[in-house]
């Protein structure tokens, strides 16, 4: 039996198995899911970092395309992992170049990798990481286009049951919006007829890096980048369209919408601004606007759902409550906590989110040490697909039905050569 199998029978399989991890693998300590992060920047390190102080994981290697990168995670997580006394990142697993996810796949010291590389490598990275018979915890969105959804599904058809794959949606743990949900699913505003979101968030920003080779800077301010990034409809604003989704219970069946560039000035050539109407079955429509520009701080993000008998307000921050017949307040223990905070550009939100990482953390976790492993593809790639179609809507200026997704979808191409960087 090797260590990824013992993980997931130690404490399911209790009963079967009475071998402690010490007896079995020669030292307490292994017990621990050996967890690893690939694709060392902000949201990567944080969403690591919540793993190692809030799970019982443990942070044992880093890869990343570029060594400063990886460098600055190490000084990172050895800070980190000494304040939790465990050892330092081994240098040996330390991972660097295009080839550095194969090469942290194939660590036989590795239980479960977080890919937090930029979207467009999502998929590849995910086939790499699982073939190898690691659990997987992605980050959204699940591809860039049509073509790497329906590799993503493949990919977790063939491994399905054998290792746990999360997918980076973080708000669906966040207690208020878990309890509201559960609440709109009982039925406690009737029947949902209308839904009304928004994604304001200001301009996403780096340091100037205008001397740096083109394919370099590309890579590093991916967010500015229509290919890496799929644009900022399905890199971020996925968010909310993953909770509608989650909400409805399914998604939409064709899209209108329009999206342009007004304000930004960066080199790049996503969209600072989204307006779609999604129709879902029923006739539902949701009507979801976004901004990514502005630099006065202002951020709102939302989703707030009609019914027949109340309406849900789900804001990140803020009071998140139903109005009408069956009236209701999300109330947190820690009320300074809920306050409002800032936009979190490594989404570590505050306020109606701050537990949200915590509890997404434990339940990938949790997935690994019982054996109930996680098949969180499907659901990854309905939301992915449901921004595609809105980003369709918006290119063609067309309604755009599901079913013609497919039919409609380009796949994208890098348009470098990723070898240049070893
Ligand atoms: N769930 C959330 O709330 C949330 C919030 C922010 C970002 N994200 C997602 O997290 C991912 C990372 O975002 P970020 O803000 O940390 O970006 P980032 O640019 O700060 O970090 C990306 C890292 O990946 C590395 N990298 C790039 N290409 C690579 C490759 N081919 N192989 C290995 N490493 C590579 C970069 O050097 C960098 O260190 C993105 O998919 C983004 O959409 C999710």
């Not at 999360?166 to 039925?187: C, K, L, M, T, Y």
């Not at 505003?189 to 800077?217: Q, T």
Request: proline share 5%; glycine share 10%; net charge neutral.
């Amino acid at each position: 039996m090797n260590r990824r199998k013992f993980l997931g029978m130690s404490a399911a399989g209790a009963g079967l198995l009475i071998l402690k991890p010490k007896t079995a693998f020669g030292y307490e300590a292994n017990s621990a899911v050996r967890y690893a992060l690939l694709g060392c920047g902000r949201r990567g390190t944080a969403v690591a970092t919540s793993f190692a102080k809030n799970t019982s994981a443990r942070i044992v290697a880093l890869a990343d395309i570029f060594p400063d990168q990886l460098e600055k995670a190490k000084t990172h997580f050895d800070e980190v992992n000494a304040g939790l006394g465990h050892p330092a990142i081994d240098p040996k697993l330390m991972f660097r170049g295009y080839t550095a996810f194969q090469q942290l796949a194939a660590s036989p010291d590795v239980d479960a990798i977080q890919i937090s590389t930029p979207p467009f490598f999502h998929v590849e990275h995910l086939e790499g990481v699982v073939s190898a018979g690691k659990h997987a915890y992605c980050e959204k969105p699940v591809g860039v286009d049509f073509a790497q959804t329906v590799r993503a599904l493949e990919i977790a058809k063939r491994v399905d049951g054998t290792v746990s794959i999360d997918v980076g949606f973080q708000v669906r743990s966040a207690p208020p919006f878990a309890e509201i949900v559960r609440r709109i699913h009982a039925g406690e505003i009737g029947r949902i007829a209308s839904i009304s979101a928004h994604y304001n968030a200001p301009a996403s920003s780096y340091p100037d890096r205008s001397g740096m080779p083109a394919d370099e800077r590309r890579l590093r301010d991916w967010l500015w980048d229509r290919t890496l990034s799929g644009d900022i409809l399905l890199e971020q604003n996925i968010h909310v369209i993953d909770v509608c989704n989650w909400i409805v219970g399914t998604h939409p069946i064709s899209a209108v919408g329009k999206s342009s560039r007004l304000v930004v000035q960066n080199f790049g050539n996503v969209s600072d601004n989204y307006q779609v109407i999604f129709t879902y079955p029923g006739g539902v429509e949701l009507s979801f606007s976004s901004t990514q520009f502005g630099t006065n701080g202002f951020f709102d993000v939302s989703e707030r759902i009609f019914g027949s008998l109340g309406v849900a307000d789900a804001p990140y921050s803020g009071a998140l409550k139903i109005a009408g017949q069956n009236p209701w307040t999300w109330v947190d223990d820690a009320p300074a906590k809920s306050a409002p905070g800032k936009f979190a550009a490594d989404g570590a939100f505050t306020d109606n989110l701050r537990l949200a990482d915590t509890m997404k953390d434990r339940g990938f976790i949790e997935s690994i040490t019982s054996g109930k492993f996680h098949n969180q593809i499907a659901d990854g790639v309905s939301s992915a697909r449901s921004c595609m179609l809105g980003r369709k809507a918006a290119e063609t200026g067309q309604e755009v039905a599901w079913d013609a997704l497919q039919q409609n979808s380009e796949a994208y191409s890098l348009g470098m050569d990723i070898t240049q960087f070893k």
